[in-house]
């Protein structure tokens, strides 16, 4: 099964406050988990990634937490911002192979 | 970091006509990159994937005639859509990957209409 599911589809959250997108995944295979971000009419930009040999990476205000026996990572963003508002789709893959991509969260940071 | 181009980012063509697309990896060797399909609100779409020198390897249910990708150098894929309908038009990504690494970068996309 290569489908990765993404939860929620849609986050509002206050200025300041940590948005957090969870994703869930059938395929033991996947050994690397990016998160990307996209603007309208832009294409996605990679944000951070982690492989399974470690549960969390920190890079500046994104967090990673990766749980293996679950089958389960998430993108924490703290602090958040208006800029922040766009739409974070995770992703995994199997060694070098092509992204299996989740549905996508339309985040909106209100001030 | 690593950057990728795609050109041109929107064309308008008439249907019946053929378009190509271009994706350039600008400071990085990319022995592989991907073409993706992206409709309005929903998630990416793999349509293939390119290796340079070899022929592409498309997804299920993508069209290999209609699609045309080539990957001439480690720098440069095109992906060609032949003989464009309306239903062609969606917004287009590539992405590569460092022939030495595991991060794939993305393109900024190319709008298609087809009209």
């Known amino acids: 099964q290569q489908q990765v599911k993404q939860s929620p589809q849609s986050l509002i959250v206050q200025k300041g406050g940590i948005s957090i997108i969870n994703c869930a995944y059938e395929n033991t295979a996947f050994d690397y988990f990016p998160w990307y971000q996209q603007f309208p009419g832009k294409g996605p930009a990679l944000l951070i990634a982690?492989?399974?040999?470690?549960s969390e990476k920190k890079e500046g205000r994104f967090t990673i937490s990766f749980n293996k026996s679950a089958k389960q990572f998430s993108l924490h963003i703290m602090d958040s911002q208006p800029g922040d508002s766009a739409t974070y789709f995770c992703a995994a893959s199997t060694g070098r192979r092509a992204l299996t991509f989740g549905s996508g969260t339309r985040l909106q940071v209100q001030p | 970091g690593a950057v990728v181009s795609q050109h041109p980012s929107w064309v308008i063509c008439k249907s019946g006509t053929s378009v190509k697309i271009e994706c350039r990896s600008l400071?990085?060797?990319?022995?592989?990159m991907f073409w993706y399909r992206q409709f309005p609100k929903q998630s990416l779409m793999l349509m293939a994937t390119s290796n340079e020198g070899s022929k592409a390897t498309y997804e299920q249910g993508v069209e290999k005639d209609k699609f045309l990708i080539n990957h001439a150098s480690l720098t440069l894929s095109t992906l060609t859509v032949t003989s464009a309908h309306p239903e062609d038009s969606s917004f287009y990504i590539c992405?590569?990957?460092?022939?030495?690494?595991?991060?794939?970068?993305f393109g900024p996309g190319t709008r298609l209409t087809v009209t």
């Open positions: 400071d990085f060797q990319a022995t592989t």
């Open positions: 992405s590569a990957r460092d022939a030495g690494g595991w991060e794939q970068y």
């Open positions: 982690i492989r399974p040999d470690v």
